[in-house]
């Protein structure tokens, strides 16, 4: 870990004197004199197909309704008496209410606050109520059925452009579960790049030293398997006790869930929700949990430690994606990592490029080899 070292990056301009509700607010908040989406290239990345958080469980409780918007669309979330959320397109088929605002849930329905029409999860209206007969165009289900999962107590929608349905399934945690590992403890930010280039972030080895401070580049392992990557570090975590050997290990499936695992020190697991918005800007949602025996005890400011840190390294890494152009034909030197072989296995989750139909190839590959 690098906390006494990183106050020296070269990013540190930017981040000082941001603390408490300043720092909250600047990680969501718009950012000024940043260039068009043209000329940072970002409209040539379509958005990735996958799973993708939308909420946490907590967040919407029986009988709740909610606007959002993700993937460049307005959507309506709901969750109905069976305990079940669903999402569906915002705008009512009748005269075009959005049923973010003011829908109410009736049964396991949706019910417009126009003129009460009332949806199903398919998008389909089944109750006009002053009506004798529901128009048949209002009664189809909407050409997009958006599907509902919730994992790791996150609400997640698989979204793919041409609608198809799901390619796998998204991963679970059982320390989310395990009552002997913390509640979450949730951080966000909404950073104005691709998911792309905050993922490649994971394979970009020189990085490291030079935006988080680390002292050395990590001889991290890389394997790319399918939809999944993973990797894995061994790493001498500098603590208050003395230099700690830990393993730090990650990974992501497809390109909307990723996590973070540390052992060793203050064991923590971290679980990630990266969510397109638009073409610009992706919402990121980090959730902690660790054992209460580390988290709650006299280790506590240990673990609390680790999470800081790990906020913070995303802090730093935001100065730059915020303003960071989309580089199609980057030049990349030989102690960069494996940025170029990170590239073909994220193109798959491109639906308009036609990538999708080919099946990945299995890659593995070390670092200090790359
Ligand atoms: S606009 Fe929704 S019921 Fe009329
Ligand atoms: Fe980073």
């Given at each position: 870990m690098s906390s006494n070292t990183?106050?020296?990056?070269?990013v540190w301009s930017q981040l000082?004197?941001?603390?408490?509700n300043d720092l909250t607010a600047w990680r969501m908040n718009p950012v000024d004199n940043r260039a068009s989406i043209s000329e940072r290239n970002l409209d040539t990345l379509p958005m990735p197909f996958g799973w993708f958080m939308?909420?946490?469980?907590?967040?919407?409780?029986?009988?709740e309704v909610k606007p959002l918007f993700y993937f460049g669309k307005d959507l309506v979330l709901w969750r109905g008496e069976d305990g079940r959320a669903r999402v569906i397109?915002?705008?009512?088929?009748?005269?075009?209410?959005?049923?973010?605002?003011?829908g109410r849930v009736k049964g396991n329905s949706l019910e417009c606050p126009f003129h009460a029409w009332e949806y199903n999860s398919k998008g389909s209206?089944?109750?006009?109520?002053?009506?004798?007969k529901i128009p048949p165009s209002a009664a189809r289900p909407c050409e997009k059925e958006w599907i509902v999962k919730e994992s790791n107590k996150q609400i997640l929608v698989w979204y793919h452009p041409f609608n198809e349905p799901p390619k796998w399934q998204p991963e679970t945690f059982e320390q989310v579960y395990d009552t002997n590992w913390t509640d979450y403890k949730k951080y966000e930010w909404i950073v104005h790049g691709p998911v792309q280039n905050m993922a490649e972030n994971g394979v970009d080895a020189a990085h490291f030293k030079y935006i988080h401070g680390t002292n050395d580049f990590p001889d991290y392992d890389f394997e790319f398997d399918g939809h999944k990557r993973t990797a894995s570090v061994d790493a001498k975590m500098p603590t208050p006790k003395g230099v700690v050997d830990g393993t730090i290990a990650y990974g992501t499936v497809g390109a909307g869930q990723s996590w973070t695992k540390f052992s060793g020190i203050s064991e923590t697991l971290m679980v990630a929700g990266i969510t397109p918005i638009d073409q610009e800007r992706t919402h990121i949602r980090f959730a902690f949990t660790q054992p209460k025996t580390e988290a709650e005890g006299p280790m506590a400011s240990l673990a609390k430690a680790m999470r800081r840190e790990i906020c913070k390294q995303l802090d730093q890494d935001k100065v730059v994606w915020d303003r960071q152009k989309y580089m199609p034909k980057p030049s990349i030197?030989?102690?960069?990592?494996?940025i170029l072989p990170f590239r073909k296995y994220f193109s798959q989750f491109y639906a308009e490029w036609g990538n999708d139909k080919k099946q990945m190839t299995k890659l593995k590959m070390d670092n200090r080899t790359e």
């Open positions: 990183t106050s020296h990056v070269a000082e004197g941001l603390s408490g939308v909420a946490y469980t907590d967040e919407l409780l029986v009988g397109d915002a705008y009512c088929k009748h005269l075009g209410a959005h049923m973010g605002y003011g209206v089944v109750a006009v109520p002053y009506a004798k030197c030989d102690g960069d990592g494996p």
